[in-house]
């Protein structure tokens, strides 16, 4: 069964400083990788995604995240934040031998002080 | 754009009450999924639906059904509603597997009372 792991529930951060979200996963075949953003009020939307090839992968609004295959983990990263960037982030793991199920961590909320 | 629409945002139901929650998606995809969102628990998924007339159970079926008679639309169903199953509930599509992207909507509020 595939699983993941965001360590940290709640992470407070002033406005232009980095921010560093983490994720653990546990899977013991090929997987998928993604982060989601959820704004106040609203549903879940994509912030990217790993399927393959460079383990690095960016986002249009600056986030950043590096796939560790040796680690498990898809830690999601953005070198200054803005105000805007309050919400709370999800990270996700889902392979064909899940059965194509995405599967989600407990959730990660950001709050960016001024 | 993809658009997923969940039909009420917010309900407040009885103990004992059936409830439907019910999802439209506009984009032809073959998958269907309903998720429950709690703190600290993220999303947990209830049921999914490859094709019409066909679901497979989540992790937490229990106390739920399904229903999906046409490609849009994917319905919840909770048979006798009670107060462990107040929750928002997320409804999503996705075109193809597991590497594609998943698209939800804006979810809906339930309190059971």
């Known amino acids: 069964a595939q699983s993941v792991t965001q360590l940290d529930s709640q992470v407070p951060v002033f406005e232009e400083a980095p921010v560093e979200l983490r994720c653990n996963y546990s899977?013991?075949?090929?997987?998928?990788l993604f982060w989601y953003v959820q704004y106040p009020n609203q549903g879940l939307q994509l912030l990217l995604k790993?399927?393959?090839?460079?383990?690095l992968v960016e986002s249009i609004n600056g986030f950043e995240a590096e796939f560790n295959k040796s680690q498990t983990s898809f830690h999601l990263r953005k070198p200054s934040v803005h105000i805007s960037d309050t919400a709370e982030y999800f990270c996700?793991?889902?392979?064909?031998?899940?059965?194509?199920?995405?599967?989600f961590g407990g959730g990660t909320r950001v709050l960016v002080k001024p | 754009d993809v658009k997923v629409t969940q039909s009420s945002r917010y309900l407040v139901k009885r103990t004992g009450e059936k409830v439907f929650l019910e999802c439209v998606q506009d984009?032809?995809?073959?998958?269907m999924f309903w998720y429950r969102q709690d703190p600290g628990l993220g999303l947990r998924l209830i049921y999914f639906?490859?094709?019409?007339?066909?679901?497979e159970k989540g992790d937490i079926p229990e106390g739920y059904s399904v229903s999906r008679e046409k490609k849009e639309r994917f319905s919840l169903i909770l048979e006798s509603a009670s107060t462990n199953q107040t929750s928002m509930y997320l409804c999503?599509?996705?075109?193809?597997?597991?590497?594609?992207?998943?698209?939800f909507g804006e979810g809906s509020w339930l309190t059971v009372v």
């Open positions: 999503a599509s996705r075109l193809g597997g597991s590497g594609n992207t998943i698209y």
């Open positions: 899977s013991s075949v090929s997987v998928y």
């Open positions: 790993y399927l393959s090839g460079s383990t």
């Open positions: 996700a793991v889902s392979s064909k031998a899940a059965g194509n199920k995405l599967t």
């Open positions: 984009m032809d995809h073959e998958n």
């Open positions: 639906s490859y094709d019409v007339k066909m679901k």
